[in-house]
């Protein structure tokens, strides 16, 4: 019997700034050293590394800091949610900045390829809203989903994982609940095998086409997972993004 292995997102080992303590609780971190944090805990085996890394750091340095650590990438998060990104990842007013932010996305999937980590997890953490009538809810849809299925057809041979969560940073996320997000899959899939349609446009959430499979698992119910032919998902939620 194969005993369990324990991970953690990287962030954990990085140096907090939050409003009450904007210059940090602690000295910044580059990715190696947190690499080596998370190293000096026996029990954990693999984890979830950000991306891009700190500065002047390789994903090579990368690969080299997690072997000498007994570590493993078991997944990439690319960071679609910094201050560039306070309008929005997928969901900006902006299609520059829309552009920019799956940019960064696809350079993480090559990074997923290279650390040969078994998904890439994207969570948008500004796609969303904080008061009634502030964003074009069909828009919101449209530009989300039909980010989401560029991203997927652009990386066929990786796994990426949707975090979902209700709030935070903005008072309404835009991927809120497992509900919302095996919708938003389902759109996605049900468009793959057609030209994504432009924004605003009603076919984007219709007519499903070939076959999907869904899964759910967990003791609370928190983690669905699905997958389709060449587009393979996953939804989960974190209270820690």
């Known amino acids: ?23 940090g609780y602690a000295e910044p971190l580059s990715t190696l050293e947190q690499i080596d944090l998370a190293g000096s805990v026996g029990d954990l ?15 090579a340095d990368v690969k080299a800091a997690l072997e000498k650590n007994g570590l493993e990438a078991i997944g990439v998060t690319p960071e679609i949610y910094m201050r560039r990104f306070r309008y929005g990842a997928f969901t900006n007013p902006d ?8 940019a960064v996305l696809n ?12 998904y890439l997890k994207v969570w948008p953490g500004q796609d969303g809203w904080d008061y009634p009538f502030q964003v074009d809810h069909k828009m919101q849809w449209d530009l ?28 309404r996320m835009f991927w809120d609940s497992a509900a919302k997000t095996a ?14 349609p432009p924004p605003r446009s009603s076919s984007s959430t219709t007519a499903c086409c070939g076959p999907w499979t869904s899964t759910t698992t967990s003791a609370a119910g928190m983690t ?6 060449s587009t393979p998902w996953r939804s989960s939620s974190s209270s820690t993004p």
């Open 144 to 171: 989300a989903v039909g980010g989401m299925r560029e991203l997927a057809l652009a990386n066929p041979d990786i796994k990426m994982v949707i975090e979902y969560k209700p709030r935070e940073p903005r008072g």
């Open 95 to 102: 299609a520059a900045v829309r552009a920019e932010a799956l």
């Open 45 to 59: 085996s693999v984890v979830d590394v950000p991306y891009p890394f700190t500065e002047g750091v390789s994903v």
């Open 183 to 196: 919708l938003g899959i389902k759109a996605t899939h049900c468009s793959a095998a057609s030209p994504p």
């Open 1 to 23: 019997m194969s005993l369990p292995r324990f991970g953690a997102g990287l962030w954990h080992f990085a140096s907090y700034v939050d409003r009450y303590a904007t210059d």
């Open 107 to 118: 350079e993480a999937a090559d990074v997923v390829r290279q650390l040969g980590a078994s």
């Open 224 to 229: 669905t997972s699905w997958s389709a032919p």
